[in-house]
């Protein structure tokens, strides 16, 4: 059963040895872009690793936009040894009863945003409650979900 652990110094450096499958480069960032990223925005956001008995197999960034107000999910990853074992679907279960509890603010709305070429991705989001609002840049589109719906 998939866990979230907030990354600390006594774990980032288990995120920095998550590898993407090849080719999913061009869906999500790098574990070590959004801690930096996390560094910058650290006053409205939360960076997770994703735990499976007591071993990180991915990472997940919640940030907090007060200008919108919403709360975004960002570089969820597995790393490739471990995917299809569900934990990504484990793992947005427990980031989306995580945002319910507006840990840095008052919104119901969750966004995020997913490359049009990741179907796998795209087809979780789904299935967990996420539509596609319409607002696309480049090759992503955005996904958003309303957890008073839920």
């Not at 590898?19 to 996390?38: K, M, T």
């Not at 650290?42 to 919640?62: A, D, E, H, L, S």
């Not at 709360?71 to 790393?79: G, Q």
Request: with cysteine.
């Amino acid at each position: 059963m998939a866990e979230l652990r907030p990354i600390t110094e006594e774990n980032f450096m288990d995120a920095f040895h998550l590898r993407l499958a090849p080719g999913q480069e061009q869906f999500v960032s790098h574990p070590i872009r959004s801690l930096a990223q996390a560094y910058v925005y650290r006053n409205q956001c939360q960076p997770f690793g994703i735990y499976v008995t007591g071993k990180m197999v991915g990472y997940v960034m919640v940030i907090y936009d007060y200008d919108v107000p919403e709360y975004d999910i960002w570089h969820m990853m597995i790393d490739a040894s471990e995917q299809g074992r569900g934990y990504g679907s484990e793992a947005l279960d427990r980031i989306i009863a995580y945002i319910r509890t507006k840990p840095f603010g008052v919104s119901d709305r969750i966004a995020l945003t997913c490359n049009k070429n990741n179907t796998s991705a795209r087809k979780l989001y789904e299935r967990k409650g996420f539509s596609t609002t319409g607002v696309e840049d480049e090759d992503e589109i955005e996904l958003a979900m309303d957890v008073r719906q839920l």
